[in-house]
């Protein structure tokens, strides 16, 4: 009667042979791998993408800069069910890529989920840039350091905002519902994840394994900005800038 019954199934069982039974349940690993893997693919190719394009915005110079400034914080607040219903036009079988078949596919939520983080990784470097970059490029200068080694030298120095700015878009890719939601369906053994599961047994009243999936989250995002944090320090002693 229900899509994910057997996923549940656990329910009748004692409360300590539960957790045993959630995480030998192959649905529930294939929902925590799609989730990751999710995640992981749509925060790179936002940050190849917001990273580079943060800091030209905020090198260049042209005739409506502070248009293109505005709009792109206006992006960074976009409503995710927005965000998805774009995407949804886009992909369904009568939108101009509809041929492609992508509705109701990882590919789709990716996609989503990298119009939904770009906005924000570019909207915190270049703020970080602009506070920054004269400074940067005016040390560069009195050290000699060509037009490269000056970009590669505020990059340096600006990473700790970089990393910010890339956890700040996997938290937003880790918490997301809406847009997934909208075009990735929800199907299960192909596009159910972990927060649309969460929502999914929040309305079956499976409270234990929402939690459950909850915690799971929390613990991934903190292994993911420890893991940062642990990077940024091994860095820190070979900056001779």
Known sequence: MFAGMDVICYVSLPRKNRMFELFSNTEVIDIILLTMQMTVISTTISAALGIPFGLLLEKAQFP???IVVAFNRTLMATPPVVAGLVVFLAIRSTGPFGRLGL?????AMIIAQVL?????????VHTAATRHGDRIRSFAKTIGANQLQTEILIVKELGNEVFFSVVTGYGRAMSEVGAIMIVGGNIRYHTRTMTTSITMMT???????????????MVIAFMVQLLGSILRRREQPNENF
């Open 116 to 124: 939904l983080i770009t906005p924000i990784i570019c909207g915190i």
């Open 203 to 217: 309305r079956m009243g499976e409270f234990e394994q929402a939690i459950l999936f909850g915690i799971i989250l």
């Open 103 to 107: 509705l109701f596919t990882l590919e």
């Open 64 to 66: 409506g800069k502070k």
